[in-house]
Nanobody
Framework: VQLVESGGGSVQPGGSLRLSCAAS????????IGWFRQAPGKEHNFVSA????????HYADSVAGRFTISRDGATNTVYLEMNSLKPEDTAVYFC????????????????????RGKGTLVTVSS
């Protein structure tokens, strides 16, 4: 089982980035694939998740309206489009998967995710 993130980098405030999470090694039906982030010195926080089968998504209040999550069945990849980035979005972003619904995933701790990637760093700074 693998979740491999890519797409992190440095951007100025107001800029955009797109993160990718390539999933392999397990059947994605009935799973939610999502993103958590960990800012320096802080705990992991839920960002967004999407149901692989239905496409239903859920967002943390802090990113709703700025971030968009989507999935591509042809490549088994989940994307996180991040717009209007703020310095407080600076963090390591981790992809995670669990057999649950996206809203339920938002209420669980990162440690409860059975499948997790290694993370990709996003830095928002002028």
């Amino acid at each position: 089982v693998q979740l491999v993130e890519s797409g992190g980098g440095s951007v100025q405030p107001g800029g955009s980035l797109r993160l990718s999470c390539a999933a392999s090694g397990f059947p994605l039906d009935y799973y939610a694939i999502g993103w958590f982030r960990q800012a320096p010195g802080k705990e992991h926080n839920f960002v967004s998740a999407i149901s692989w089968s239905s496409g239903i998504s859920h967002y943390a209040d802090s990113v709703a309206g700025r971030f968009t999550i989507s999935r591509d069945g042809a490549t088994n990849t989940v994307y996180l489009e991040m717009n209007s980035l703020k310095p407080e979005d600076t963090a390591v972003y981790f992809c995670a998967a669990r057999r649950t619904a996206p809203q339920t995933m938002s209420r669980l701790p990162y440690g409860a995710m059975p499948y997790r990637g290694k993370g990709t760093l996003v830095t928002v700074s002028s």
